[in-house]
């Protein structure tokens, strides 16, 4: 039976949840980079803008997962943006002082904004849910985040080393590409990681059908 728990199990979720709903979030990945390009890194406008296509994709995915409460909620915009802010600093800090509480908080955080969106927690209840819900899970999890935070580092280090060849525009339009598109699947994976239930299992194998 398969360990659905595992890194391999997440990643294989992950990439089914990003086949059924490719060109919804390329559509994202493009709006992303065009603005952060074109804007040049505003934290407020794009901060905002990526709340905004955060939740997009990750209702629509949970919403095809039956995992989302039933009739309408509107969209929680203003928790997410207190969980974005929150947990940013606690990175920030975390990793800034000391690596591994900040690895730590990533892993056990990671998944803060499906339990928001599907359990209609507020703030804190989302960090709690996600805290609880990813208990005994830090190497799987670690190891699925690892796979597109590791080479979008890997891979804006090369780009800014080829700057004097690229040119400063096209370094920053591919590495915007690059940051945007991976942070997208980061949150697929997320979903990924909250559709452990088996009956949202069964539901994905029906709608990738």
Known sequence: MED???????LSRTARLFRLNAQHAAIWILVLAAVGFVLKGSVVVGGALGVIAQYSNTHRVLSELDLTLPGYQSPPVFPMLAISILTALAYFVGLTLLVLP???????WSICIPVLIAE???TIGALRGSWQATEGRFWPILG???VPIVPMIMIVGCLMLAKP???????KALASVVVNGLMVVVWYIAAAIY???VGSLERLQEVSA
Request: glycine letters at 10%; zero cysteines; a neutral charge.
């Open 4 to 10: 659905v728990d595992s890194t391999t199990a997440i």
């Open 102 to 108: 900040g690895i730590i908080l990533i892993v056990r």
């Open 120 to 122: 209609d927690t507020g």
């Open 144 to 146: 699925a985040l690892a």
């Open 165 to 171: 060849m690229l040119g400063a525009l096209t370094m």
């Open 195 to 197: 559709a452990r239930p």
